[in-house]
C-alpha cells in the first residue's frame, strides 16, 4: 500500500474537529473555504515548516550550563555532584564549605533566571527562607549536650 499523502492528510486534520479554535476564527476571518490555500502549498513550503521546526527544536533545547569557582583538589567529588546538580536542575546554585577555617569549595552555576536566560553570578542574591532551622535545633542541641542551655529554661525574663 503506498504512503498516504501528505498534503491529503493534512488537509483533512485541518478541517476536522481537533483544530484549534484560533486557527477556525482565522479561516473564517481570511475566507479561507475547504483548504484552498493548503491545497496551494509545494513541497517547500513542508520543507520549510520542517526546517521551522527543527529550528525551534534547536533553540530551545537546554544548554549547557558552566560551573565556576573553586575547589579544593581533595574535594573534586563535591565539584563533579555539584556540576551534576546544576546540569540537571533548571535552576542554579551557589556553595561556599568552610573546613577548618580554610575555604575549601566555593563554586556556582546554573541560571538565576531561567525564562530570561540570565546566569547565576558570584554576586546573585537568593532567598534563604527556611534554610536556618535546622542549624537553630543543631546549635540548641549542641549547647544543651555541654550543659550550657536546658530545654524547658525561659530564653527571656520579664
Known amino acids: 500500500m503506498p504512503p ?5 492528510e493534512l488537509c483533512t486534520f485541518i478541517n476536522s474537529a481537533r483544530i484549534p479554535y484560533l486557527f477556525m476564527k482565522y479561516r473564517v476571518a481570511s ?6 490555500m493548503i491545497n496551494r502549498l509545494g513541497p517547500l513550503h513542508f520543507v ?5 521546526v527543527l529550528w525551534c527544536y534547536w533553540y530551545t533545547r537546554k544548554q549547557p550550563v558552566e ?13 563533579k555532584m555539584f556540576r551534576d546538580m546544576i546540569q540537571s536542575d533548571r535552576e542554579g546554585a551557589a556553595m561556599a564549605v568552610l573546613h577548618k577555617n580554610e575555604l575549601v569549595v566555593d ?15 558570584k554576586d546573585t542574591m537568593a532567598v534563604a ?3 536556618t532551622k535546622i542549624w537553630a535545633g543543631l546549635t540548641a542541641a549542641i549547647l544543651a549536650s555541654r550543659g550550657l542551655l536546658q530545654y524547658d529554661m525561659k530564653v527571656m525574663l520579664k
Open 107 to 121: 563554586l556556582y552555576g546554573g541560571y538565576a533566571d531561567r525564562k530570561s536566560n540570565k546566569l547565576w553570578t
Open 4 to 8: 498516504p499523502n501528505l498534503k491529503e
Open 129 to 131: 527562607f527556611s534554610t
Open 67 to 79: 560551573l565556576h569557582g573553586y575547589t579544593h583538589p581533595r574535594f573534586e567529588a563535591v565539584r
Open 48 to 52: 520549510a515548516l520542517a526546517l521551522g
Open 31 to 36: 475566507g479561507i473555504q475547504n483548504t484552498a
